[in-house]
């Protein structure tokens, strides 16, 4: 099993910057993907990043060249770097491990508005 804590969110307007922080309660350097997904009110939750064991990454379209996803494996902590917010990055942030099973942190808030 893995606990996932995600941190980083708030307010911020748009052009601004962030950056989420998800700190697993274990090892991060054999889990086969860890991610982060976002999700509003009444729709589906989505895919933003994801980092593969291997270092691979891949991004959401809508987020390519704004986002970058990376890993710090000696503070088992995935973070994601979110530059040049827009409004519609307005959303609860997750994070997620993707192992023999799937795990999900509690989410965090991003709030993009002037």
């Known amino acids: 099993q893995v606990q996932l804590v995600e941190s980083g969110g708030g307010l911020v307007q748009p052009g601004g910057s962030l950056r989420l922080s998800c700190a697993a309660s274990r090892s991060i350097f054999r889990i086969k993907a860890m991610g982060w997904y976002r999700q509003v009110p009444g729709k589906q939750r989505e895919l933003v990043a994801v980092?593969?064991?291997?270092?691979?990454?891949n991004y959401a379209d809508s987020v390519k060249g704004r986002f970058t996803i990376s890993r710090d494996i000696a503070k088992n902590t995935v973070y994601l770097q979110m530059n040049s917010l827009k409004p519609e990055d307005t959303a609860v942030y997750y994070c997620?491990?993707?192992?023999?099973?799937?795990?999900w942190g509690q989410g965090t808030q991003v709030t993009v508005s002037s």
């Open positions: 980092i593969t064991s291997g270092g691979t990454t």
């Open positions: 997620n491990a993707n192992d023999v099973a799937t795990y």
